[in-house]
């Protein structure tokens, strides 16, 4: 039996040609460098990181994906809708006594089951950060091994990989906040391949199995993941009614009936706050479906929708020589289109998670309508000098509507490049931060309870209590809050978050230094560190 499967092993390695192993051989240096930065600027990420890792350490412990920051997060939002005298005059902020919440309670991030285990291994900051960026390597991995699987050579298959690792939605992305939602990425891609794979083939059972797998771990990240991988599933029969299994298709369509009503019944387990949000947000897209003028009358509104699409072509243009898995993928991305939240996020926020749901089909497009033209003889060095001119334009590529263009001051933002100059110089601006951060932790002790902004919880995380500002504000020894740069008789700080625009957000300001003082804390004596200032209790 073990000869058998030596034999296997053996034959297998002997079919990896040496271009694959130096594929793969780039692939894991990528991410060598790339957590080589990360597990050390951990500290630079905010209150979202710090609940991705309270999570993975309380499943550990505790068996609940409990985070103190998730609830007092949720406590402060409840405010930024209150006109100013009310954030102003309010004497209690917390809405309740509890420490932490169930992470579960907003939203069905049901994978920390699958990657606690993982925190008996590393402690749970280096493996939040090994997560994060293994994520992006899987995901370009798999890109890598579905051009090779669809006779594309290894050296144009590791070219797109990069036009790949050079978009916004993979550059910035790897250099964002922790999330489950990414977890998507490599998932979304996977179940693309396994679905694409069925059409005109006879049924299977474990082909079944295989995609079955895969769409229950789709369905543990994240209700929206659901909900997505539903609406592939329904589109992708409509669209290849015609040339897919009638068994396999009655099958795809169960599995969409069954993840759209587990998102139903899911989010009727969420607190009242997070069903109402959540809830808000679909409802918003069917409104906006029925009225698109609401971009087209706003300016800006159609300008980011414009830079969305432009910066996704850059990806998405070999997507057209897919055919109908390009109509798979715009719509997709309709979500981020028609749903306007959080802001401008989902637009051309790519440091965030939001562009998680699309961007693993739309990268499934292209790479097969690529494989298309790269089977071709004819088209095969047009398809190899259009995915260079892509790569360099996407390299230089200012991915914002301000600024938007060509830049050669771009490529310094790019993953790679911002890792390796992390690495191997001490004048980047990482260092300097993560200099001002560890003089934060040497200035408030360990066992300290600290009222803060979210950009401060990860340096700060760890034994000891985070309140996010004015939360917890009475009961607080020490506050950190960011300086205003204006030297004028305006507020020195910037304090508690408000939705009421720029004159409430001064009033505030102003009340909460006032209110400072009355609980006891040295404004005037106030230690500057850099951008912000730790405040004190007398």
């Known amino acids: ?104 309670q907003n939203h069905a991030y049901y994978a920390v089951y699958l990657l606690a285990p993982l925190a008996y291994v590393l402690d749970s900051k280096p493996l939040a950060a090994a997560i994060h960026v293994l994520i992006y390597v899987i995901f370009a991995g798999l890109v890598y091994g579905y051009l090779i699987r669809s006779g594309v050579g290894a050296l144009a298959s590791l070219l797109f990989v990069a036009l790949v690792m050079v978009q916004p939605n993979w ?23 396994i679905t694409f794979g069925l059409l005109k083939r006879n049924f299977d059972y474990k082909k079944f199995i295989l995609l079955a797998v895969v769409t229950f771990l789709a369905a543990s990240i994240h209700e929206r993941a659901a909900l997505m991988t539903a609406i592939f599933f329904a589109a ?16 795809l369509y169960c ?20 069903l109402q949000s959540n809830s808000s947000l679909y409802l918003k897209a069917i409104n906006k479906a029925l009225d698109p003028w609401y971009i087209y009358g706003d300016p800006e509104k159609r300008m980011l929708v414009y830079v969305f699409l432009l910066v996704n072509l850059l990806i998405g243009f070999f997507g057209f020589f897919s055919g109908r898995l390009m109509l798979l993928a715009l719509l997709m991305m309709l979500p981020n289109i028609l749903i306007w939240a959080p802001g401008a996020a989902s637009k ?15 990268v499934f497009a292209s790479a097969t309508g690529f494989a298309t033209l790269m089977n071709q003889q004819s088209w095969k060095r047009v398809t190899l000098i259009g995915v260079t001119m892509l790569l360099t334009l996407s390299l230089y590529l200012v991915p914002y509507p301000t600024g938007l263009g060509l830049s050669l001051q771009a490529i310094n933002d790019n993953a790679i490049v911002s890792s390796i100059r992390f690495l191997s110089k001490n004048e980047v601006s990482e260092k300097v931060f993560l200099s001002n951060m560890n003089d934060l932790r040497t ?9 803060t902004t979210e950009q401060f919880f990860s340096a700060l995380y760890g034994n000891r209590t985070l309140y996010y500002f004015p939360i917890g504000l009475s009961k607080s020894d020490f506050v950190v809050l960011p300086n205003y740069t204006e030297q004028d008789n305006g507020p020195k700080f910037h304090t508690a978050v408000t939705y009421q625009g720029k004159e409430a957000q001064r009033f ?27 405040i004190s209790k007398k």
């Open 348 to 362: 051309t926020g790519w440091l965030s998670h939001y562009h998680s749901y699309y961007f693993p089909f739309l």
């Open 443 to 451: 200035i408030i002790p360990q066992g300290s309870t600290v009222s």
């Open 508 to 534: 505030i300001d102003m009340c909460m230094e006032k209110r400072m003082r009355d609980h006891g804390f040295d404004v005037d004596g106030r230690e500057v560190i850099g951008y912000f200032s730790v």
């Open 1 to 104: 039996m073990s000869d058998k499967l030596s034999g296997k092993l053996c034959g297998s390695l002997k079919n990896i040609s040496h271009q694959n192993l130096i594929g793969i051989f780039l692939l894991v240096c990528v991410f060598g460098v790339l957590f080589a930065k990360e597990v050390q600027v951990v500290d630079l990420r905010q209150v979202d990181t710090v609940m991705f890792i309270e999570a993975l350490e309380n499943t550990k412990t505790l068996g609940l994906p409990l985070s103190a920051s998730n609830k007092t997060v949720r406590d402060a939002a409840s405010m930024f809708r209150w006109n100013a005298e009310k954030v102003c005059h309010t004497e209690n902020y917390a809405l309740d006594d509890s420490l932490a919440k169930n992470v579960l």
């Open 171 to 193: 550059s910035l992305g790897v250099q964002g906040q922790y999330y489950f939602d990414r977890l998507f990425i490599p998932v979304g891609f996977l179940l693309a391949c």
């Open 255 to 274: 599995l969409s009936l069954l993840l759209f009503v587990y998102t139903i019944c899911i989010m009727s387990t969420f607190t009242s706050d997070a």
């Open 236 to 251: 992708f029969c409509f669209l290849f009614f015609k040339t897919i299994n009638k068994k396999f298709l009655v099958c």
